[in-house]
């Protein structure tokens, strides 16, 4: 397996503008995290999902925030309109479940997120 | 509220000495004790991991020490290697819910 893939690698956009990132987690594993990285806050975690619907979006900052995820292979995390505090590394994770809590998340290589 | 404090926040050791990271918690429920290893450009990534009806664990070079009284655990790299500086992460889970510390990011010196 390719391990989760994530695109674009980097993003450069310009504030108000609306930007959307794309997840492709490993086959097989139910759950998927989006989280969020910067040197002040470090790892947070933004919505994650179980079999395709969101569990958890107590994360997720604001109301310009929003992630989907339409079928097992795919998810986005879309901010509309962006804004330069929104700028971060966002990674997305899968995981094969909770069992025993023994739930080891596969992180992709995150997408840089730069909004001037 | 931090769920899992993590300390130092950074952490500069000689080749070949011991680095150690410390985490705390305090939910009695979290039942599984992951530590990630995070190199530049890259996302975390399982280094090891503990349950808590055990004290130590050990794999190669790393190990993880757990006092379930103190709600305390650690992560040891012992001969430390210019090829471990990284940022580490611990964490801790119960079903549902999983949380990281903040980092540390350690830095070995040749």
């Known amino acids: 397996d390719a391990g989760v893939i994530q695109s674009p690698r980097h993003e450069v956009t310009e504030m108000g503008q609306e930007v959307t990132l794309r997840c492709k987690p490993i086959?097989?594993?139910?759950?998927l995290f989006w989280y969020r990285q910067t040197m002040m806050r470090g790892l947070e975690l933004l919505i994650y999902?179980?079999?395709?619907?969101?569990?958890?979006d107590s994360g997720m900052p604001e109301d310009r925030f929003s992630a989907k995820m339409p079928n097992a292979s795919f998810s986005t995390l879309k901010i509309q309109p962006s804004e330069p505090r929104d700028s971060a590394v966002y990674f997305c994770?899968?995981?094969?479940?909770?069992?025993?809590?023994?739930?080891?998340?596969?992180f992709g290589p995150g997408t840089r997120l730069t909004v001037l | 509220q931090q769920q899992v404090k993590q300390s130092p926040q950074s952490l500069i050791v000689q080749k070949g000495g011991i680095s150690i990271i410390n985490c705390a918690y305090e939910?009695?429920?979290?039942?599984?004790f992951p530590w990630y290893q995070q190199f530049p450009g890259k996302g975390p990534a399982l280094l090891i991991a503990?349950?808590?009806?055990?004290s130590e664990k050990k794999e190669g070079r790393f190990t993880i020490s757990f006092n379930k009284s103190a709600k305390q655990f650690s992560l040891h790299i012992m001969d430390s290697q210019p090829g471990d500086s990284a940022t580490y992460f611990c964490?801790?889970?119960?079903?549902?819910?999983?949380?990281f510390g903040t980092g540390t990011s350690l830095t070995v010196i040749p």
């Open positions: 503990i349950r808590p009806d055990v």
């Open positions: 994770a899968s995981s094969l479940g909770w069992e025993g809590s023994y739930n080891e998340q596969f």
């Open positions: 939910n009695t429920a979290f039942d599984y």
């Open positions: 999902f179980n079999n395709n619907v969101p569990i958890d």
């Open positions: 086959s097989g594993h139910d759950y």
């Open positions: 964490a801790a889970s119960t079903g549902n819910q999983f949380y």
